[in-house]
């Protein structure tokens, strides 16, 4: 089985031919040939990802059958691994009576239930469709209520590829925040604020300094 390593580390690139062959297709077709900014891998030292065909447990498979140890998990959407037996049966019952609606549904109601049950800082929940979508929904909300419009993050750390949260904190001033992709306003970047992960001291300075900028701060998302 390859290391872990494997998945960053182009050391036998002929065991990866078929994850490579996708990726020239998938260029033709999908912008960077990836559908997210996190699954594309120039950033670490491959030329393309691995494509992968399937997981058990713990383990996935990629299209050149190679296996790996499953660190990601989905990013963390997956806690029980791939294809727990549970979990599929679930799946299969709740797909016999429709894929998806678009309107209410009794499901939805008693998920909602079970986490405001679970997580007793919860007192309501609403359900996104991904992780951006999320922060950029809190972030919203966060806004309307403090009236404020600034938001700090953290140097290193991945909170969506909303326009909010893609901005890069310079030297850690909060007037040099620049956007960190094309297509992002200067001005939505200027909003948005990156300290270091771990230093409170940088929090702090931060707020201080928006604040005296005539931006308080909204909202941090760490």
Avoid: K
């Amino acid at each position: 089985m390859p290391d872990a390593t494997a998945t960053t580390t182009p050391d036998a690139p002929a065991t990866t031919a078929a994850s490579a062959e996708l990726f020239a297709r998938a260029t033709r077709v999908t912008p960077g040939g990836v559908n997210s900014p996190v699954r594309a891998m120039r950033s670490v030292g491959r030329d393309y990802p691995v494509f992968i065909e399937r997981g058990a447990g713990s383990r996935i498979w990629d299209a050149d059958s190679n296996e790996y140890v499953d660190w990601v998990q989905s990013w963390g959407a997956l806690p029980l691994g791939h294809c727990d037996p549970a979990v599929v049966a679930a799946i299969r019952a709740a797909a016999d009576t429709g894929t998806s609606f678009g309107a209410p549904t009794r499901a939805e109601v008693e998920l909602a239930e079970l986490v405001v049950d679970a997580v007793p800082c919860a007192d309501e929940v609403r359900f996104c469709s991904s992780g951006t979508e999320a922060t950029m929904s809190a972030l919203r909300v966060a806004r309307a209520a403090t009236g404020r419009d600034a938001v700090i993050t953290f140097s290193g750390n991945y909170h969506g590829h909303a326009d909010p949260f893609l901005a890069t904190g310079g030297s850690g001033l909060a007037t040099l925040s620049i956007p960190s992709s094309p297509g992002v306003p200067a001005a939505t970047a200027e909003l948005t604020l990156q300290a270091r992960y771990n230093d409170l001291d940088s929090v702090r300075d931060l707020a201080v300094a928006s604040t005296a900028a005539g931006h308080p701060i909204a909202a941090i998302f760490i």
